[in-house]
């Protein structure tokens, strides 16, 4: 797990195994004893596990909850698993500021599991009023004995009854900026530049969107001929994990160009993206998996030859199966490439339009991709610029004379957007950018794809969509470059 950032003082620290035993054992040594070998619950145990491989590698949240592992859960067990984890991720930074001063020794390090237990013990019992605080805390304290460390036992059985006890936080009538991010579990440094970026207003209400599940889509309208597969309703009172179907069939039985579910911020990209040319005859989509923004593209113009690439094998594989399963008879089927976006084979030749919906911080998504505020640090978003304008600068390379190339992230950060942007226009000839306006307030709202369009998405003729600001989707940014 990444060392907290120094502004952040009360979050508790993992540690590595054998030196922070010892010091979880001293912590516990003069605590009361809680029973011994309570059962732990499927959903506990797959939360627990799932928070673990989050906090020691590089996996995501996502992949692993909707990985094998949990399909052996029942339908109720994997939903409470899902909250779980999506909720100790995204309120760790807050659940670690109510834990640090209940601690004998704040500042010395914790084991990660032990860590861990704490914050879905904590989790629980602040956040979920149909867990018995019982089983919040007998489940965690077993889990800490399951993880090999009966030592602590006693030192996570203590805690936890200590927040028990303690009295509900009253409202404050004015909070600063520290107050306000570790209350909504962001980092200070993350918080701080999106007061300077875009006022105190639209970063409370960032935070705010952050802290909640990912809402239904409301931006777009389905057509009567391809309606949107949607989530199966849940039926334990936990949030159902969402899910990503394709559209094959309209009600009839009728081949339609297949769509996917995704957020209204992914979708409105995919969207501009396709409509930026009106009948492109090739199109290279650079960084296309998972492969969502591809369809739509494959979708609006079916009769053009489509390349989509990536330079992760196993995304492009996955991408490779999504696009087959989802290609529509008499339509031309998108061909995927594994490479570089930089090194792309020099035999591709030129595009009429290209989509460079880069890799980014993400920051944009952290309802959705919660781990992020736990990894991510400022020096992070400079190695990511580096690696966009060189991205942005090899497609320009690629646009025909008369294409379109819309570039894109979900990051809020300007480092990756607006001045991505500026960099590739001084670097690269005869490129001219284009406002946003016409295509967003005029061919797609025409084209009746859009229910109602939220006003003030556009900054100087490019797309910034900022989550429970100005929009309620995901955080996304995007600008038009044109080659005359």
């Known amino acids: 797990m990444p060392k907290p950032p120094s502004s952040n003082p009360r979050r508790i620290k993992p540690a590595m195994q054998n030196s922070a035993q010892k010091s979880s054992a ?8 809680p029973p011994v070998h309570a059962p732990i619950t499927p959903a506990r145990s797959a939360a627990f596990a799932i928070l673990l491989r989050v906090a020691d590698t590089s ?20 939903n409470l698993a899902h909250t779980l984890v999506l909720g100790v991720l995204r309120w760790q930074i807050a659940l670690d500021a109510r834990i640090a001063p209940l601690l004998q020794r704040p500042d010395q390090a914790l084991p990660t599991p032990v860590a861990t237990a704490l914050r879905m013990g904590a989790f629980q019992l602040l956040h979920l009023d149909r867990i018995p605080a019982h089983a919040a805390l007998s489940e965690s304290v077993e889990l800490v004995r399951a993880a090999g460390h009966p030592h602590a036992a006693g030192m996570v059985n203590a805690i936890l009854r200590k927040l028990t006890r303690q009295p509900p936080s009253k409202p404050k009538l004015y909070e600063t900026t520290a107050a306000f991010a570790e209350r909504l579990a962001h980092p200070l440094w993350l918080a701080n530049r999106w007061v300077q970026n875009y006022g105190r207003a639209a970063a409370l209400a960032i935070l705010t969107h952050d802290q909640a599940e990912p809402q239904p889509n409301t931006l777009f309208a389905p057509a009567p001929s391809q309606p949107v597969l949607s989530a199966v309703p849940s039926t334990s009172g936990y949030p159902e994990p969402s899910g990503s179907g394709l559209i094959a069939s309209d009600t009839e039985g009728v081949s339609t160009p297949a769509l996917p579910h995704l957020d209204d911020g992914s979708r409105l990209v995919a969207e ?14 650079t960084c296309a998996a998972p492969g969502g923004k591809t369809l739509i593209l494959s979708a609006r113009h079916p009769s053009a030859h489509l390349l989509a690439t990536d330079a992760n094998p196993r995304r492009l594989q996955a991408l490779t199966t999504r696009l087959e399963a989802a290609t529509v008879a008499g339509s031309t089927p998108p061909q995927t490439l594994h490479t570089d976006a930089t090194q792309l084979p020099a035999d591709a030749g030129l595009f009429d339009l290209i989509l460079c919906d880069v890799p980014c911080s993400g920051t944009g998504t952290l309802s959705r991709n919660p781990e992020i505020r736990q990894r991510l640090q400022p020096s992070d978003l400079a190695r990511q610029a580096t690696r966009q304008r060189e991205i942005v600068t090899a497609a320009l390379a690629r646009l025909a004379p008369g294409g379109h190339l819309l570039y894109s992230t979900c990051s809020l950060e300007p480092e990756e957007n607006e001045q991505v942007i500026a960099a590739a226009l001084a670097a ?13 307030n005029h061919h797609l709202s025409t084209a009746g794809l859009l229910t109602a369009l939220p006003a003030d998405l556009l900054r100087n003729g490019q797309l910034r969509t900022l989550p429970g600001a100005n929009f309620q989707g995901d955080g996304f940014f995007a600008a038009l470059l044109h080659r005359p």
């Open 26 to 33: 001293s912590q516990g040594s003069a605590q009361p004893q």
């Open 428 to 440: 690269v000839p005869n490129i001219i950018a284009q406002s946003l306006d016409p295509i967003l």
């Open 272 to 285: 501009l993206a396709a409509a930026s040319h009106p009948t492109p005859t090739r199109i290279w989509d």
């Open 59 to 78: 996996a995501h949240s996502d992949d692993l909850l909707h990985g094998p592992g949990m399909s052996a859960l029942s339908q109720a067990d994997r």
